[in-house]
């Protein structure tokens, strides 16, 4: 059988639902783990998702982490050679430096602890202030990202979930035919805005439905999280 690859966010999508509609999730995968490729796309940086790593039975076969601005490449989770250039590109080494110095005119912005990849990556609260604040960084050429009503993203431009994602499947070889991408807030717009075969699960951020709306090959799931995700992995493979 032909393999199928599962790109899934994280929190509210692979790790949402009840325990027992995870565990089936897990469990279908496990059964069938040399038929399916699974691909963690995730805001989380590789240090704050140990514990899905270290807890879960299911271990990834690639990591796309803190947003799509760093790739992890097989059980050795060494850095993916063909996408280094393009994301370093992207991020010169003046660059955290240069948005902090726009960042200090936003002081309702409060920076992240634990932050990876090129990226800086802050805390928000007022969606007005919180808008200011990306106008002004996209002006100076950089990609702002909100999402959940809470998360702030500074990226380099051009750089997200989905366009890295894409750039992954043909440095690894795998089918985007064959792919199914999972997510449930605007920070996985983009894992939609590829065209691939896509489920937003039940439990969606309603901006993210919203601004989704009319996209093409996505299955609106009627279930959250882990169910949302297994009743489409099930159509797909």
Request: hydrophobic share 45%; charged share 20%; proline share 6%.
């Amino acid at each position: 059988m032909r393999q199928t690859i599962l790109a899934t966010d994280l929190d509210g999508t692979f790790l949402g639902g009840s325990p027992a509609e995870r565990a089936a999730l897990y469990d279908w995968i496990g059964q069938r783990r040399e038929e399916v490729v699974l691909i963690y796309v995730t805001g989380r940086s590789l240090t704050t998702m140990r514990d899905v790593l270290d807890d879960l039975p299911l271990q990834p076969d690639h990591i796309i982490s803190d947003v799509g601005t760093a790739v992890y490449a097989g059980a050795a989770r060494a850095p993916l050679p063909a996408l280094e250039q393009w994301l370093d590109a992207g991020w010169p080494q003046h660059t955290p430096a240069a948005v902090r110095r726009i960042l200090a005119r936003h002081p309702h912005l409060e920076e992240q602890p634990v932050v990876e990849g090129r990226r800086v990556s802050c805390f928000y609260s007022d969606a007005r202030l919180a808008g200011a604040a990306r106008a002004e960084l996209e002006a100076a050429g950089h990609d702002v990202l909100l999402s959940a009503d809470r998360y702030f993203d500074v990226l380099p431009r051009g750089v997200q979930k989905g366009p890295t994602l894409l750039r992954t499947l043909a440095a690894l070889n795998l089918p985007p035919e064959r792919t199914l991408v999972a997510g449930d807030t605007l920070n996985d717009l983009s894992l939609f805005q590829t065209g691939l075969q896509g489920v937003v699960v039940a439990n969606r951020e309603p901006l993210l439905a919203e601004a989704a709306q009319g996209l093409p090959h996505l299955h609106w799931s009627d279930y959250e999280g882990a169910a949302g995700v297994l009743d489409a992995l099930r159509r797909i493979h």
